[in-house]
């Protein structure tokens, strides 16, 4: 809640200005004050620009986990929205001091009934119209039913709302979230989401198949659109030793997906906050380019590789091997192969 400066002139007890403190504390809003020809007068509240003047893009709520240091979650994927062109609301999930492969981390975890008093919060004040809905690491079934609760209160503003789902559970095949969440995901938040960014591991967690093949990812596509979501990309895939991502398109109910694949070469080193960087990439091409997914996907891709390679070559001057430890991306240094990423992956259609 951004507070409003009060200036008070002649004697003003400290009594006085300890109570005004404590209202502060706990967010009670203090209207600005302006003084003119010794009168009191109330001055209107600035609007909200980025809700009087949307941009062309979007206003995007993005509730992702949160670190002090490092770029994963909402590090990772506000600022390259902000670069495209959006206006982003991050929630924090978590606020950890650091990604959870450190050998030690502290910090607060987000309840359910706390992400609700920030949407209430917004709702009262008129501020609950957004675009998009961009969700990541989530570490509980209740947190992740309150966000089912955000999804409907946030259509009830705009019944357009683009929810962007990663729904993020695990990775080579191991299960780095309570198992109950799978089932919520399965059943519950699919339905609702208008895009998916699963990787291989995920996929096969929420469809219940084995992938193996580019046929296997495939037909897990067609699942997940019978479930909703509209557009589904498959965000890693290892097959024969390349990384595979398989996107699907399903324009109308009913209709035959359009499918396509990139291959991309496997860096050798190990990355963090890569995940959440491509689906808010994807989330951002993607309404860019709202009838071709493929194209979106070119240039998510184009982008994340280009900050990969960049990543690794820092790290390498520094003088550090990049295949002993995980590494932070470079995303500050990037900024130009995320506004204007080079197209060096192109999608190949399925027949």
């Not at 709520?61 to 929205?81: C, D, E, M, R």
């Not at 019944?159 to 198992?179: I, R």
């Not at 003088?319 to 192109?346: A, C, H, W």
């Amino acid at each position: 809640m951004t507070r409003h400066l009060v200036r008070f002139r002649g004697n003003t007890s400290s009594s006085a200005l300890s109570s005004i403190d404590k209202r502060i504390q706990f967010s009670i809003s203090i209207p600005f004050i302006r003084r003119r020809r010794g009168l009191c007068v109330m001055a209107r509240r600035p609007p909200v620009l980025s809700l009087a003047l949307p941009s062309e893009t979007g206003r995007v709520l993005s509730i992702q986990s949160h670190t002090v240091q490092g770029y994963v979650g909402n590090k990772s994927a506000v600022f390259p929205l902000q670069l495209l062109g959006y206006d982003v609301d991050p929630i924090n999930s978590v606020q950890f001091s650091n990604h959870t492969g450190y050998p030690t981390f502290k910090g607060q975890v987000l309840n359910g009934d706390q992400l609700w008093d920030l949407i209430e919060g917004l709702a009262a004040n008129d501020l609950l119209y957004y675009t998009h809905l961009l969700t990541g690491y989530i570490g509980s079934a209740s947190f992740l039913s309150t966000v089912l609760k955000v999804v409907n209160k946030l259509r009830s503003f705009n019944p357009n709302l683009v929810y962007v789902c990663d729904p993020v559970m695990g990775d080579e095949g191991k299960l780095y979230v309570p198992q109950d969440l799978v089932s919520l995901y399965r059943e519950k938040v699919v339905p609702v989401a208008s895009m998916l960014t699963p990787n291989q591991f995920e996929v096969e967690l929420l469809t219940g198949m084995r992938i193996t093949s580019e046929k296997d990812g495939l037909e897990a596509c067609n699942i997940l659109h019978a479930a909703g979501p509209t557009k589904v990309v498959i965000t890693s895939m290892v097959i024969d030793d390349k990384l595979h991502l398989i996107g699907s398109h399903q324009k109308g109910k009913g209709q035959t997906p359009e499918q396509f694949k990139i291959v991309v070469p496997k860096i050798p080193a190990y990355f963090t906050g890569t995940g959440d960087l491509m689906t808010a990439l994807l989330l951002g091409w993607s309404n860019k380019y709202p009838d071709d997914l493929g194209r979106a996907a070119e240039l998510a891709v184009s982008s994340l590789q280009a900050v990969l390679r960049r990543t690794v070559a820092d790290y390498e001057k520094a003088g550090f091997d990049p295949q002993t430890s995980s590494l932070e991306i470079r995303l500050v240094q990037s900024q130009e192969d995320i506004r204007n990423p080079p197209i060096e992956y192109k999608a190949e259609k399925f027949n």
